[in-house]
Antibody, heavy 118, light 111 residues
Framework: EVQLVESGGGLVQPGGSLRLSCAASGFTFSSYEMNWVRQAPGKGLEWVSYISSSGSTIYYADSVKGRFTISRDNAKNSLYLQMNSLRAEDTAVYYC???????????WGQGTLVTVSS | QSVLTQPPSVSAAPGQKVTISCSGSSSNIGNNYVSWYQQLPGTAPKLLIYENNKRPSGIPDRFSGSKSGTSATLGITGLQTGDEADYYCGTWDSSLSAEGVFGTGTKVTVL
């Protein structure tokens, strides 16, 4: 069974940093591209970042470019999102999602809440 | 702001049909596959449709997808109370830099 479990969310002050993790199991993690997607309270889905299976290709949404860094450790079956210079508008539930067929996100974690507030 | 536009809400009685539109442009829907996601209250999104019209294993054929030009449509027939959820379209956009994009979301209400 495919499982994605996010962790690392919490309350952080504006300008602070946080590192999210996503532990993958039930599939060959090193063979799959991965994404981070977020959802602000009461709002829609917003794509955040993408990383290829080897980590050699990375994309970011303009809203986080230069502040967030996506990475992965295939030996540990883990995906990460380093978030720096956090802003109030970064407050959201952050989901990791596996890239499925034809650029879809076929499996999602349960999400981890990040709250940026003083 | 999302570059894919969906109606905020649609509604119908149980057993009826609803359709949800997703409007984009040549840089996203026009040149990429569209996926559809269902998000039940308080849960993570779930893939309903990929590659415009294909259903993952376990998704009933009451759900269907189509694409024409720069627009896509999700159809739900035989509406059930359990279908009350938010629905999002998604695709890839390659206008300036490659990035994923989602629709604005549509709330389906079963009357």
């Amino acid at each position: 069974e495919v499982q994605l479990v996010e962790s690392g969310g919490g309350l952080v002050q504006p300008g602070g940093s946080l590192r999210l993790s996503c532990a993958a199991s039930g599939f060959t993690f090193s063979s799959y591209e991965m994404n981070w997607v977020r959802q602000a309270p009461g709002k829609g889905l917003e794509w955040v970042s993408y990383i290829s299976s080897s980590g050699s290709t990375i994309y970011y949404a303009d809203s986080v470019k230069g502040r967030f860094t996506i990475s992965r450790d295939n030996a540990k079956n883990s995906l990460y999102l380093q978030m720096n210079s956090l802003r109030a508008e970064d407050t959201a539930v952050y989901y990791c999602a596996r890239e499925g067929p034809s650029d879809s996100c076929d499996y999602w974690g349960q999400g981890t809440l990040v709250t940026v507030s003083s | 702001q999302s570059v894919l536009t969906q109606p905020p809400s649609v509604s119908a009685a149980p057993g009826q049909k609803v359709t949800i539109s997703c409007s984009g442009s040549s840089s996203n829907i026009g040149n990429n596959y569209v996926s559809w996601y269902q998000q039940l209250p308080g849960t993570a999104p779930k893939l309903l449709i990929y590659e415009n019209n294909k259903r993952p294993s376990g998704i009933p054929d009451r759900f269907s997808g189509s694409k024409s030009g720069t627009s896509a449509t999700l159809g739900i027939t035989g509406l059930q109370t359990g279908d009350e959820a938010d629905y999002y379209c998604g695709t890839w956009d390659s206008s300036l830099s490659a990035e994923g994009v989602f629709g604005t979301g549509t709330k389906v209400t079963v009357l």
